[in-house]
């Protein structure tokens, strides 16, 4: 017994001792205060931005240190204290003469290496290679330098010193007390991470965006449906009305969509057609791009001339036809242009892979645009040694949180058995607040998609985020998702017995709302968060506290608005409709003063001390107010009360009982 107690009390001892201390197998940047070591950045740097970004690394690890009481030094390689030990911050000549060639690294890999007391911080920082249009502000999907050396900087941080990266901007990164900062002194490894690219349209590069793998393009094209680009109808539709589709006895485009576009289609039969598609790809190669994307038009429409019936033997099979057209331009680039990719979509007509050939060239990536287990199952027939991406639609739908963070680990977790080595979010990240955990589930998993998991990551966010007030946090999003979760596992549509598709919350968005934040939903949630605005200390924590209680107020005003309204027409009593009436004022209260008061009605609110994240994603009132006039991203509110003109309602009233 004796005996037994002596070993759990060593081994106890061996962990405390773990836990506040370096073992002996470590190199210690500092401790108790203290380091001997500086920071070294490369004396020069392949661009102005690129130098910029390097110098913020170097303040963020020296913020990393000052947190834990050390004071240390940033100098340029040729500058420094040659008595001192450094880390190594990019592409400094002491990483290249100890092995470390970022030059040669083809994605967003980096390396971590310790050489004596020195230690090596270094991925691939490559400028732009796309030039960019003047006064646009550079964006994710038309190209941003790659930055594999804030990847590696933000990794190591987070792995050694006690970083999080947790949000956008500087109240997003929260350090945690760290007083013995240390790497293994054996330290040598080369992170590869599985995804090439992981953006959405606006993204950007930021140390949240880079830690939390989310890599703009850099140099692939995502394309899309390129085909109008190649034959834009405003360029050809008058002098060569034969390149497009014949569509009931007329050659197309002599019709405009809503948007005011040419309706375009085309006549693949025709060999300029096929050659401008092709040349295309070559422009794009021209303007810098290493892979170029390759798609038909979204709405599809065949060609109905007999030339295009008989092309490539398929009949009427044009998913057929469309992929032996893109595998031909495939395989002329390959000869042609070898060191470059071809991305093409999986979409419409191309869903399922093709049925004449089981293989294609090395060159191809296939951008799946749909994920089901059973087009998965289809893919899984098909050889593609280039590999596939994946364009996804994880986040879109609105203000409100339209997913959990179950069904994001299920889906990234599926991406990587897939081998999917490149991801696009047709989303934006434009709620924070409800939704940040879920987000940085999303975006850590890609450091280890097979071996972390979800709830060790929320848990690491809420201990982060939230510190003081982590546990009614923990308990908030909780009850959150698991609300959530309903709208998730809920088919969106059906088939009924006579055969019509059939959505359940079709033009009635008030429905979901109120099933998901029920009376109970929102009470509790309104209380745990009291709770943790009560515990909150320090001023990082009340801001993530502020946005969190700003969108948690947005969603809690919409469904008090819905719960009324189901009341009222449950019981159209004079009393109910004044409360709802009462209701919908408090909404316009509380958008009104986020927005600016001209026509365009832009967001101008911030929280205070966080200028650098734009509430529901910088969207105008109109997007944000859920008003008829946008129906991208909302769902169906024209009909609910939220878009009322109360003012009127009650003159109406009044007019009507005669005051
Ligand atoms: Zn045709």
Same mark, same amino acid.
């Given at each position: 017994?004796?005996?037994? &107690?002596?070993?759990?009390?060593?081994?106890?001892?061996?962990?405390?001792?773990?836990? !506040?201390?370096?073992?002996?197998?470590?190199?210690?940047?500092?401790?108790?205060?203290?380091?001997?070591?500086?920071?070294?950045?490369?004396?020069?740097? #392949?661009?102005?931005?690129? +130098?910029?970004?390097?110098?913020?690394?170097?303040?963020?690890?020296?913020?990393?240190?000052?947190?834990?009481?050390?004071?240390?030094?940033?100098?340029?390689?040729?500058?420094?204290? #040659?008595?001192?030990?450094?880390?190594?911050?990019?592409?400094?000549?002491?990483?290249?003469?100890?092995?470390?060639?970022?030059?040669?690294?083809?994605?967003?890999?980096?390396?971590?290496?310790?050489?004596?007391?020195?230690?090596?911080?270094?991925?691939?920082?490559? #400028?732009?290679?796309?030039?960019? !249009?003047?006064?646009?502000?550079?964006?994710?999907?038309?190209?941003?330098?790659?930055?594999?050396?804030?990847?590696?900087?933000?990794?190591?941080?987070?792995?050694?010193?006690?970083?999080?990266?947790?949000?956008?901007? *500087?109240?997003? %990164?929260?350090?945690?007390?760290?007083?013995?900062?240390?790497?293994?002194?054996?330290? @040598?490894?080369?992170?590869?991470?599985?995804?090439?690219?992981?953006? $959405? /349209?606006?993204?950007?590069?930021?140390?949240?965006?880079?830690?939390?793998?989310?890599?703009?393009?850099?140099?692939? @094209?995502?394309? %899309?449906?390129?085909?109008?680009?190649?034959?834009?109808?405003?360029?050809?539709?008058?002098?060569?009305?034969?390149?497009?589709?014949?569509?009931?006895?007329?050659?197309?485009?002599?019709?405009?969509?809503?948007? +005011?576009?040419?309706?375009?289609?085309?006549?693949?039969?025709?060999?300029?057609?096929?050659?401008?598609?092709?040349?295309?790809?070559?422009?794009?190669?021209?303007?810098?791009?290493?892979?170029?994307?390759?798609?038909? #038009?979204?709405?599809?429409?065949?060609?109905?001339?007999?030339?295009?019936?008989?092309?490539?033997?398929?009949?009427?099979? =044009?998913?057929?036809?469309?992929?032996?057209?893109?595998?031909?331009?495939?395989?002329?680039?390959?000869?042609?242009?070898?060191?470059?990719?071809?991305?093409?979509?999986?979409?419409?007509?191309?869903?399922?892979?093709?049925?004449?050939?089981?293989?294609?060239?090395? @060159?191809?990536?296939?951008?799946?645009?749909?994920? $089901?287990?059973?087009?998965?199952?289809?893919?899984?027939?098909?050889?593609?040694?280039?590999?596939?991406?994946?364009?996804?639609?994880?986040?879109?739908?609105?203000?409100?949180? !339209?997913?959990?963070?179950?069904?994001?680990?299920?889906?990234?977790?599926?991406?990587?058995?897939?081998? %999917?080595?490149?991801?696009?979010?047709?989303?934006?990240?434009?709620?924070? +607040?409800?939704?940040?955990?879920?987000?940085?589930?999303?975006?850590?998993?890609?450091?280890?998609?097979?071996?972390?998991?979800?709830?060790?990551?929320?848990? *690491?966010?809420?201990?982060?985020?939230?510190?003081?007030?982590?546990?009614?946090?923990?308990? &908030?999003?909780?009850?959150?998702?698991?609300?959530?979760?309903?709208?998730?596992? &809920?088919?969106?549509? /059906?088939?009924?017995? $006579?055969?019509?598709?059939?959505?359940?919350? *079709?033009?009635?968005?008030?429905?979901?709302?109120?099933?998901?934040?029920?009376?109970?939903?929102?009470?509790?949630?309104?209380?745990?968060?009291?709770?943790?605005?009560?515990?909150?200390?320090?001023?990082?924590?009340?801001?993530?506290?502020?946005?969190?209680?700003?969108?948690?107020?947005?969603?809690?005003?919409?469904?008090?608005?819905?719960?009324?309204?189901?009341?009222?027409?449950? !019981?159209?009593?004079?009393?109910?409709?004044?409360?709802?009436?009462?209701?919908?004022?408090? =909404?316009?209260? &509380?958008?009104?003063?986020?927005?600016?008061?001209?026509?365009?009605?832009?967001?101008? /609110?911030?929280?205070?001390?966080?200028?650098?994240?734009?509430?529901?994603?910088?969207?105008?009132?109109?997007?944000?107010?859920?008003?008829?006039?946008?129906? @991208?991203?909302?769902?169906?509110?024209?009909?609910?009360?939220?878009?009322?003109? $109360?003012?009127?309602?009650?003159? *109406?009233?009044?007019?009507?009982?005669?005051?």
């Amino acid at each position: 017994m004796r005996i037994k &107690f002596l070993l759990w009390a060593s081994l106890l001892a061996g962990l405390l001792a773990l836990s !506040v201390t370096a073992s002996a197998a470590d190199l210690v940047l500092a401790a108790s205060g203290k380091s001997d070591y500086q920071i070294v950045v490369p004396d020069a740097s #392949p661009s102005p931005e690129i +130098g910029q970004w390097l110098e913020q690394t170097a303040r963020l690890i020296q913020d990393a240190f000052k947190t834990n009481g050390c004071e240390v030094s940033v100098a340029p390689e040729g500058k420094r204290d #040659p008595a001192k030990p450094g880390i190594y911050v990019g592409d400094t000549v002491f990483a290249r003469a100890h092995g470390v060639t970022v030059q040669a690294f083809p994605d967003w890999r980096y390396a971590h290496k310790v050489v004596g007391r020195d230690v090596v911080l270094a991925g691939r920082d490559q #400028p732009c290679p796309i030039p960019q !249009v003047a006064d646009r502000k550079p964006i994710a999907w038309s190209g941003l330098p790659r930055l594999g050396t804030l990847k590696a900087a933000a990794d190591f941080l987070r792995q050694y010193a006690g970083t999080r990266f947790l949000y956008p901007g *500087e109240t997003g %990164v929260e350090f945690l007390p760290t007083p013995v900062i240390a790497v293994p002194a054996e330290l @040598n490894v080369v992170k590869v991470p599985p995804v090439l690219f992981n953006f $959405t /349209y606006w993204g950007q590069n930021s140390f949240y965006e880079m830690a939390n793998n989310f890599f703009p393009s850099v140099d692939t @094209n995502m394309g %899309v449906h390129t085909w109008p680009e190649a034959i834009p109808a405003d360029t050809y539709r008058e002098t060569h009305p034969e390149y497009f589709a014949l569509l009931g006895g007329k050659r197309c485009c002599t019709a405009k969509d809503y948007r +005011g576009k040419w309706t375009e289609q085309y006549c693949i039969s025709n060999p300029d057609v096929r050659e401008l598609i092709y040349k295309e790809l070559l422009d794009k190669i021209e303007r810098g791009y290493e892979t170029v994307g390759l798609g038909q #038009p979204d709405g599809f429409q065949p060609c109905q001339c007999d030339a295009c019936k008989a092309l490539y033997g398929t009949g009427d099979d =044009w998913g057929e036809k469309i992929w032996i057209l893109h595998r031909d331009l495939a395989v002329r680039l390959r000869q042609e242009r070898p060191d470059n990719k071809v991305l093409i979509i999986s979409y419409g007509q191309t869903w399922s892979p093709p049925k004449s050939f089981h293989k294609f060239p090395d @060159n191809v990536i296939v951008l799946l645009c749909r994920m $089901t287990p059973e087009i998965l199952n289809q893919w899984s027939e098909c050889q593609v040694p280039g590999g596939f991406a994946s364009y996804l639609y994880t986040f879109l739908g609105g203000y409100a949180p !339209v997913t959990t963070p179950v069904d994001i680990e299920a889906q990234v977790k599926r991406l990587h058995a897939f081998h %999917v080595r490149g991801a696009y979010q047709d989303s934006f990240y434009g709620n924070y +607040g409800l939704m940040g955990p879920a987000i940085y589930v999303y975006g850590r998993l890609f450091d280890d998609p097979a071996g972390l998991r979800a709830k060790d990551l929320l848990q *690491e966010f809420y201990d982060g985020a939230f510190r003081e007030a982590a546990a009614p946090m923990r308990q &908030f999003y909780d009850t959150l998702y698991h609300a959530v979760q309903f709208a998730v596992d &809920f088919p969106p549509a /059906y088939e009924d017995v $006579t055969g019509r598709k059939r959505g359940h919350a *079709e033009k009635d968005s008030m429905k979901r709302m109120t099933f998901i934040y029920s009376p109970d939903v929102l009470q509790e949630l309104g209380s745990l968060l009291s709770q943790a605005e009560k515990l909150a200390a320090s001023d990082k924590v009340k801001r993530r506290l502020a946005l969190v209680r700003l969108e948690f107020d947005y969603v809690r005003h919409i469904a008090t608005i819905g719960h009324l309204w189901n009341a009222y027409r449950v !019981v159209p009593d004079p009393t109910l409709h004044e409360r709802l009436l009462d209701a919908v004022d408090g =909404w316009n209260a &509380f958008l009104d003063p986020l927005f600016t008061p001209d026509k365009g009605r832009y967001m101008k /609110y911030r929280i205070p001390g966080w200028p650098e994240l734009v509430p529901f994603a910088g969207h105008s009132h109109y997007c944000v107010a859920l008003t008829k006039d946008n129906l @991208n991203y909302t769902g169906y509110y024209e009909h609910t009360p939220l878009n009322w003109n $109360t003012a009127e309602i009650r003159k *109406e009233k009044r007019g009507r009982s005669g005051l």
